[in-house]
Nanobody, 120 residues
Framework: QVQLVESGGGLVRPGGSLRLSCVAS????????MGWYRQVVGRQREFIAT???????DYADSVKGRFTISGDFVNKTEYLQLNSLKLEDTAVYYC??????????????WGQGTQVTVSS
């Protein structure tokens, strides 16, 4: 069974930094992308960043220049470096891994989420 385990969340002051980690286990066929999302209660899950096995990255405008994603597709591990944190960055952060299921169709796997709280 595929499992994604996250770590690194916590409480940080505005302007501070955190580093989130995500380790995936189990068979993910055709893994081609890993990413990070965040969600606040009552709101839809928001895209943050993705990394592909073709060495491309994409970031949401709200985090460009502040967050950095890195992915290791061999070890199925990804990281998110969060710098210059703002109050509005407070959310539950989820890692994701996207591959092909047995039917050959894209399938998105999710981690359990880790809380990031930015507070003065």
């Amino acid at each position: 069974q595929v499992q994604l385990v996250e770590s690194g969340g916590g409480l940080v002051r505005p302007g501070g930094s955190l580093r989130l980690s995500c380790v995936a286990s189990g068979k993910i066929g055709g893994l081609y992308a890993m990413g990070w999302y965040r969600q606040v209660v009552g709101r839809q899950r928001e895209f943050i960043a993705t990394s592909t096995n073709r060495d491309t990255t994409d970031y949401a405008d709200s985090v460009k220049g502040r967050f950095t994603i890195s992915g290791d597709f061999v070890n199925k591990t990804e990281y998110l470096q969060l710098n210059s944190l703002k109050l509005e960055d407070t959310a539950v952060y989820y890692c994701s891994a996207e591959g092909l299921g047995t039917k050959g169709s894209p399938h998105l796997y999710w981690g359990q989420g880790t809380q990031v709280t930015v507070s003065s």
